[in-house]
Nanobody, 117 residues
Framework: QVQLVESGGGLVQAGGSLRLSCAASGSFFSINVMGWYRQAPGKQRELVASMRTGGSTNYADSVKGRFTISRDNAKKTVYLQMNSLKPEDTAVYYC???????????WGQGTQVTVSS
């Protein structure tokens, strides 16, 4: 049973920083993609950033230069360092595990990030 558990969300003022963590447990293929998505009220869930096992990354244009994704493959953990946060970054942030050798997409329960102006 694969499980993803996020942590690190909270309330921060505009311009501040937060670091999200997502720890995966269970058995799954080591070659995969781990990523962060977010969903604001009334909006569709969108990709924030993703990272392959080998290290290649993909970022949404809205977060480039402010957010950094990283992962520790040995710990099956992915991180999202968020700097220069803006009120429009307010959303529930979800962790996702996927990949060609993964039977299905796995999602975490989400963690709330609120940025006050």
């Amino acid at each position: 049973q694969v499980q993803l558990v996020e942590s690190g969300g909270g309330l921060v003022q505009a311009g501040g920083s937060l670091r999200l963590s997502c720890a995966a447990s269970g058995s799954f293929f080591s070659i995969n993609v781990m990523g962060w998505y977010r969903q604001a009220p009334g909006k569709q869930r969108e990709l924030v950033a993703s990272m392959r096992t080998g290290g290649s990354t993909n970022y949404a244009d809205s977060v480039k230069g402010r957010f950094t994704i990283s992962r520790d493959n040995a710990k099956k953990t992915v991180y999202l360092q968020m700097n220069s946060l803006k009120p429009e970054d307010t959303a529930v942030y979800y962790c996702k595990l996927s990949g060609a050798y993964i039977s299905r997409d796995y999602w975490g329960q989400g963690t709330q990030v609120t940025v006050s102006s």
